[in-house]
């Protein structure tokens, strides 16, 4: 399948461990963020997202937490199966699903 | 099966020579949008689509086109193709009500 990316920065966690996985955005004016994930040789897919007037929100296993102050998002997942071994990618979204800006990603390693 | 697809998925191609990727969803979705990516810059959006006949620019429109005659199709096209154009190209749609964006598995380009 298609390369995602050679130099992403890599978390390698425990099979069963939380894992938490930062991002850092651009512009305080963004009013959605977005975290999708990415298997080798697929599309991204989306995973949960945020409105900037929410510090917290939580979804199946997932939760995402926004710190506005210091523009910090990020993702934790609870319990880290092998399945979660992907690269996971911030994005924010300045007008409802019009221009959207990626950060780099990060590559998640789950070992057995 | 509600989808994005894209063709061709795999395409090899010389300097100048024109060409269009094609990009369909079967979700009556308003907006479409088109990314590449590249190693270590994650996806970086090219131009997106709110409706039939509307687009706009996104961060790196250089070199290429798009059209929106209808609303389930949404082509990119390069007319003078070059090889810094060599890459991973994904085809994306929402609904105008949603942020959630669904993906299209990939374009793997390359220009020499």
């Known amino acids: 399948g298609e390369s995602v990316g050679l130099h992403l920065p890599t978390l390698s966690v425990q099979e069963g461990d939380n894992s938490i996985i930062n991002c850092a955005y651009s512009?305080?004016?963004?009013?959605?963020f977005i975290w999708y994930k990415q298997e080798s040789g697929k599309g991204p897919q989306f995973i949960i997202d945020?409105?900037?007037?929410?510090d917290k929100r939580q979804g199946q296993r997932v939760t995402v937490l926004l710190n506005k102050t210091v523009k910090h998002l990020s993702l934790q997942i609870a319990a880290t199966q092998p399945g979660d071994s992907a690269v996971y990618f911030c994005?924010?979204?300045?007008?409802?699903?019009?221009?959207?800006?990626f950060g780099p990603g990060t590559r998640l390693s789950v070992l057995p | 099966e509600a989808q994005v697809t894209q063709n061709p998925r795999y395409l090899i191609t010389v300097t100048g020579k024109k060409l269009t990727v094609t990009c369909s969803q079967n979700?009556?979705?308003?907006?479409m949008s088109w990314y590449r990516q590249d190693p270590g810059l994650g996806l970086r959006q090219i131009y997106y689509?709110?409706?039939?006949?509307?687009?706009d620019k996104g961060d790196v429109p250089e070199g290429y086109k798009v059209s929106r005659k209808e609303k389930r199709n949404f082509p990119l096209i390069l007319e003078s193709p070059s090889p810094n154009q060599t890459s991973l190209y994904f085809c994306a749609s929402s609904s105008r009500t949603g942020i959630e964006q669904f993906f299209g598995p990939g374009t793997r380009l390359t220009v020499l």
């Open positions: 945020i409105r900037s007037n929410m």
């Open positions: 689509s709110m409706n039939v006949e509307v687009t």
């Open positions: 512009n305080s004016a963004s009013d959605y």
């Open positions: 994005a924010e979204n300045l007008v409802r699903g019009q221009n959207f800006v």
């Open positions: 979700m009556n979705h308003e907006y």
